[in-house]
């Protein structure tokens, strides 16, 4: 049984490209959630039970040369191989909001971002192997003789395959690139918010039951005074269950979102932008092999329309910093102010 998975690549790309400020920064608050990922995989239970009966074996032999071959007996089994192949395929998001130029009022920047909850269970289920080879019982009563027996070979092979499972949670290249942040007044409030969605995935590989009951020999002689000769022959048994390969490739998935670029002089209001890229759901069970696949409802909704701006960003900004700043203007101009009366005064006494 060989299983593979290979999640991908998700590539993640955000340019804010270049925003033009000169006064006023606000407050910016970043916040990321990248959610939970719960793996979880149940192998199953294995049984597998043999019983080889019960052998009676009762002579009586009257005078007689018996001769018994029981032969060869030769049994394979080759369970196969399971081969499992899933390759999530590629996921690249890119994210150009452009160039924002403002003069007035910057806001509060907010950005949030949830991730959403990644769910993996696979059940590989129950494997039942069960073998009865039955109840072989041998009466002979024979007067009385010169008895051989040559029981011949037994030979029993089994060959349960090969359990290979491989997993490549693939590459996640997070990229994000705030540009340049120059204010000048006032910018307004953008708020972008993102929900992934909620990924689930559930495999159930069935329950395979194997069972073989050899069934009842029953061998009754009775011979008086003979030359008796048995050739059993030989019983050969092979079992291939053969090759059993699942390949999924889930594709490739690319978002590429360009904002254009926005110059603004006065007064930008409020940008709001949210995205829901819905719910995937995969529910796989290879008993019964259902394949359900269901992308989702992806919403997309853009509205590049009237970008309507107010920004006041001194609401950003603490009083501390407010006054701190109108006194560090004060105190430049009176130093300033000071070191022009001083420089005269220094030079005519140096010279008296």
Known sequence: MSHQEDQGTVSHQEDQGTVSHQEDQGTVSHQEDQGTVSH????????????QGTVSHQEDQGTVSHQEDQGTVSHQEDHGTVSHQEDQG????QEDQGTVSHQKDQGTVSHQEDQGTVSHQEDQGTVSHQEDQGT?????????????????????QEDQGTVS????QGTVSHQEDQGTVSHKEDQGTVSH??????VSHQEDQGTVTHQEDQGTVSHQEDQGTVSHQEDQGTV??????????HQEDQGTVSHQEDQGTVSHQEDQGTV???????????QEDQGTVSLQEDQGTVSHQE?????SHQQDNLEGMDTSSKHSSLLNKVVNVALCAYSVFLIPVALTLFSV
């Open 40 to 51: 979880q995989e149940d192998q199953g239970t294995v049984s597998h039970q043999e019983d």
């Open 90 to 93: 590629t996921v690249s998001h």
């Open 136 to 156: 072989v019982s041998h009466q002979e009563d024979q007067g009385t003789v010169s008895h051989q027996e040559d029981q011949g070979t037994v030979t029993h």
């Open 165 to 168: 499972h491989q997993e490549d």
């Open 193 to 198: 918010q993102e929900d992934q969605g909620t």
């Open 236 to 245: 050969s048994h092979q079992e291939d269950q053969g090759t059993v390969s």
């Open 272 to 282: 709001s932008h949210q995205e829901d890229q819905g719910t995937v759901s995969h």
């Open 303 to 307: 509205d590049q329309g009237t970008v």
